[in-house]
């Protein structure tokens, strides 16, 4: 049974089969997709929108699927967009015969540029009109633009911009403008693209009959492609295996890849070494320094060549150049190939011990010399997940561990592996845990061995289990906001915020939901730097995908655009605020009390902040745990 097409964006623009897709027709669904507010609904427009182009011109699937993404390449290609305000302001008034000055007074009535453009008709007469864009123009052109480099790029980058604006055509502006800013913001995330490219390759005619044993064929398509998505992020990879054998065949097509980072298994948080008792009563497991760092993922191929993925998958190879030198030097002569997965961390060699994530962070970001290296790392090791052409991802840790101890020399400040014990005490893991903050760690991670012990890349594990000291004291582990507006500051905090609304992200409904106000925790300078980078984030109103209380009224409202680490005492239901609203009460969200700012995540996009179902677990846990220790502690 196949679903009734709706919200076609076909039935508004029209091309010839095989013939470039218009870029009209993207921007129509885009449009499409932010005056929606429904996942399903949005899912279903952008199925519809990529069947089209596979029934018509499968050769602009790529493409498509990049721009709906808001990216040009995978992103451990470094390829990127994110072009400032500056280039297109002056690209914009060229191709509008405006000043800039003029630009400039309406993009702070607007707070968007992209708005500007597309209210801006180009003054300029036209002796021939340009041919309509088609998305492989503009797809072609940002790849110009993302590799112009040296002497006049950004001359170069503006006509290049310029040279789409002045073909562009009704709400095309607009989204020329905010793909460059990646700031496409209508509201949707990459997994209802993934979910919608699943979908629509069920339509295609050669291989649309699915195996017997599949029962919901939508929905098992959207499953596969997130999940092939998930051990290799690469559109180009993944399209061409759709067209040519179908989403059914996609898992034996598409498997995990040196070169090609996979999304890094992630934890979930627990509040103390009984519930971990608990929680792996039967089943075997081993704990783990919790190292305050920066997550790594090492690639070394088989022709020598060593590339480093952040946690998510940017390259940060030419910011480590030391470790691509430790690992080469201290993998074992019988290691061809490996991609291990790690933390590093600053390292003081003289003193020998682990200095903090702060620290790390002042290293240079891009083309590091090794003899300008001031900040030492060390890489702990914790998983190996390929070893001489064989991917591990499918073994359990221990042999994973196995082949992690077999393959690499451990060398002091340079290379360790992660300490761990194995114990089911509490008492032998409660001194572990002292132990591993003694040695300037945050805590502890809990890992199965055996049962339930694969390795699963992009996904917040139970099989991983954090814990960490001041889980005892405050609410079960800090949580990644997002400031999404705010109030402004009064006597010594004039001229700055005084307080910020934050918000957590919902992943069902695609949306930000308030969670509480802040005002403490900051050091003057950071409220000072956090003021200045938010300022040019106001937006005049609030997002439609923004959910916050009716009595809710800071100041200014935000874009989205950062995300901060936040610890509070407490969390409580509350009729003014909106997270996990339904997840736990029906009517009321769930809000912080004393929340303080740690630090800010600039490695964390705001799609990546805790999200609502996190928000209502630890509102349960703390619910359970109040019940039994009666505790009536309070902070502040
Ligand atoms: P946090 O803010 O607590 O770091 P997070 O959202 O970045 O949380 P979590 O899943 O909560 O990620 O914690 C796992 C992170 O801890 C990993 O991404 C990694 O960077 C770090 N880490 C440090 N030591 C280990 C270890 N032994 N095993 C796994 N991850 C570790």
Request: hydrophobic share 35%; aromatic share 8%.
């Amino acid at each position: 049974k196949k679903k009734p097409p709706s919200f076609d964006p076909s039935s508004v623009v029209c091309w010839e089969k095989e013939k470039p897709v218009p870029f009209l027709f993207l921007c129509l669904a885009f449009d499409m997709i932010n005056e929606e507010s429904g996942r399903i609904v949005k899912t279903d427009i952008v199925c519809n929108l990529l069947r089209t182009v596979i029934y018509t011109t499968p050769e602009d699937l790529v493409p498509v699927v990049y721009l709906s993404a808001n990216r040009i390449a995978p992103a451990h290609e470094g390829l990127e967009l994110g072009i400032g305000d500056a280039s297109i302001i002056k690209a914009l008034a060229e191709a509008c015969g405006r000043t800039e000055q003029q630009i400039r007074i309406q993009y702070k009535e607007k707070g968007d540029l992209g708005l500007v453009a597309k209210a801006s008709r180009s003054s300029q007469s036209m002796m021939r009109k340009p041919e309509p864009l088609t998305i492989r123009k503009v797809f072609k052109t940002f790849h110009l633009i993302a590799k112009e480099s040296g002497k006049d790029s950004q001359e170069k980058k503006k006509n290049h911009i310029k040279s789409l604006l002045v073909a562009a055509t009704d709400c095309e502006p607009l989204y020329i403008i905010r793909l460059l800013q990646t700031k496409l913001r209508i509201g949707y995330a990459e997994q209802t693209l993934l979910a919608a490219l699943g979908q629509a390759a069920v339509y295609t005619e050669e291989h649309s009959k699915p195996p017997p044993e599949i029962k919901s064929p939508f929905e098992e398509a959207a499953q596969i492609v997130k999940k092939v998505y998930s051990v290799l992020p690469d559109y180009d990879k993944i399209v061409a295996a759709l067209l040519t054998d179908g989403v059914w065949e996609l898992p034996k097509k598409c498997d995990f890849t040196p070169g090609v980072p996979v999304g890094p298994m992630l934890s979930k948080a627990t509040k103390g070494v009984s519930e971990i008792l608990n929680k792996f009563q039967d089943v075997e497991f081993t704990c783990e320094y919790k190292y305050d760092g920066e997550r790594a993922q090492i690639h070394y191929l088989e022709n020598g060549s060593v590339e480093i993925y952040s946690r998510n998958a940017e390259r940060n190879t030419g910011k480590f150049p030391d470790v691509v030198a430790a690992v080469s030097r201290l993998k074992k002569t019988t290691v061809s190939s490996f991609i291990l997965d790690c933390e590093l961390v600053a390292y003081d060699r003289a003193k020998q011990r682990i200095l903090p994530f702060q620290v790390l962070s002042t290293r240079a970001r891009k083309n590091v010399a090794i003899s300008d290296i001031k900040v030492e790392v060390c890489v702990f090791a914790f998983d190996l997940l390929y070893l001489n052409g064989q991917a591990l991802l499918q073994e359990n840790l221990r042999i994973r561990r196995e082949h992690l101890y077999a393959s690499f020399e451990e060398e002091s400040g340079f290379f360790q592996f992660a300490t761990s014990t194995t114990s089911n005490d509490v008492e032998e893991i409660q001194k572990f845990l002292d132990q591993a903050i003694d040695a300037s760690c945050e805590g502890l991670i809990i890992k199965t061995l055996h049962e339930d012990a694969t390795y699963e890349p992009s996904k917040r594990s139970l099989n991983w289990l954090k814990l960490k000291k001041d889980y005892m004291e405050n609410i079960g582990d800090s949580l990644d906001l997002v400031p999404i507006g705010a109030f402004h500051g009064r006597g010594k905090r004039t001229g700055v915020y005084g307080a910020f609304l934050l918000a957590c992200y919902d992943n069902d409904n695609e949306e930000f939901q308030s969670i509480a106000k802040i005002g403490t925790g900051f050091k003057e300078e950071v409220l000072e730097e956090r003021s200045t980078s938010l300022r040019s984030k106001v937006i005049p109103k609030p997002k439609s995908y923004y959910q916050y209380g009716e009595s809710t009224n800071p100041d200014v409202w935000f874009e989205a655009s950062e995300v901060w680490e936040v610890k509070a005492a407490d969390l409580t239901i509350s009729p003014v605020y909106r997270a996990a609203v339904g997840k736990v009460d029906s009517n009321k969200g769930i809000s912080l009390r004393f929340p303080r700012l740690v630090r800010v995540r600039p490695d964390k996009a705001p799609e990546q902040a805790s999200s609502s179902e996190q928000v209502a677990e630890m509102y349960t846990a703390q619910k359970h745990n109040h019940n039994d220790k009666q505790d009536d502690e309070e902070d502040d």
